[in-house]
């Protein structure tokens, strides 16, 4: 090789090192990028079994499926009417809509007294607001998997199961709700959900993905 030859040499390494380099760098980042997506879904895990959420919003949700399917008529009847107005029926009038969202003890109090000073107690949530909070989780998570935040395949060993033990009830809740409101009045998380049971359910039994349900998995499935 002669002395002219070298710089050349000496180029072409240079380039192979730093095509290597940067090849490396990438392989990093996309381990580093799933690593964070897997743990961004470990974190929802964790974040819905809390003992704060559990307790809060996945156990009262589970009251209100109970009593969605099993009470006694005409009680069902009149409850899932309330259910469904807490999503659509803002045409009312002024009236019913204080009724049902603001209660009539605040129609006797100063407003800025109610305003500036009431302490709103926060210790438990209403049915309302632990469904809403319940609803809105998932839409989350939807929209989580939907942006690519979090690892799909690790969302769904995690998050099928607790899914799916709540998803007829949800379904049927949707479709309810559904069948009384225009699509324009139809709140995000009727989507969400929709799509939730494509990703995470097995859609013939409603089963979590890669999971085959024990008996006591599911121990109201069949009850309504």
């Known amino acids: 090789m002669s002395s002219a030859d070298a710089p050349v040499l000496i180029a072409a390494l240079t380039a192979i090192v730093g095509l290597f380099s940067l090849l490396n760098a990438f392989g990093v980042a996309l381990v580093t990028q799933r690593a964070e997506r897997r743990a961004k ?10 003992p704060e959420n559990y307790r809060r919003v996945v156990l009262p949700v589970f009251c209100i499926m109970l009593k969605w399917w099993h009470l006694p ?29 603001v209660g009539a003890d605040y129609l006797g109090e100063n407003p800025n ?3 500036f000073h009431k302490v709103v107690p926060s210790e438990a949530f209403t049915e ?6 319940f609803l809105y989780f998932w839409t989350k998570v939807y929209e989580l998997l939907h942006a690519d935040v979090v690892d799909q395949k690790t969302a769904q060993r995690l998050l099928a199961g607790p899914y ?27 989507h969400a959900t929709q799509e939730l049971d494509k990703l995470l359910l097995d859609t ?9 349900a024990s008996p006591a998995t599911k ?3 069949q009850a309504h």
């Open 73 to 101: 008529e005409p009680q069902r009847s009149d409850y899932r009417a309330v259910l469904r107005r807490g999503w659509i029926g803002f045409e009312a009038d002024a009236d019913s809509l204080l009724a049902t969202y």
């Open 219 to 221: 121990p109201l499935a």
């Open 41 to 50: 879904a470990v974190e929802i895990y964790d974040e819905y079994y809390s």
């Open 164 to 190: 799916s033990y709540l998803a007829d009830f949800i379904k049927e809740y949707r479709e309810d709700i559904a069948q009384h409101a225009t699509s324009d009045d139809l709140p995000p998380w009727h």
């Open 113 to 115: 007294h109610a305003h």
């Open 128 to 133: 309302h607001e632990s469904l809403t909070v």
């Open 204 to 212: 013939a039994t409603s089963t979590p993905k890669s999971y085959t």
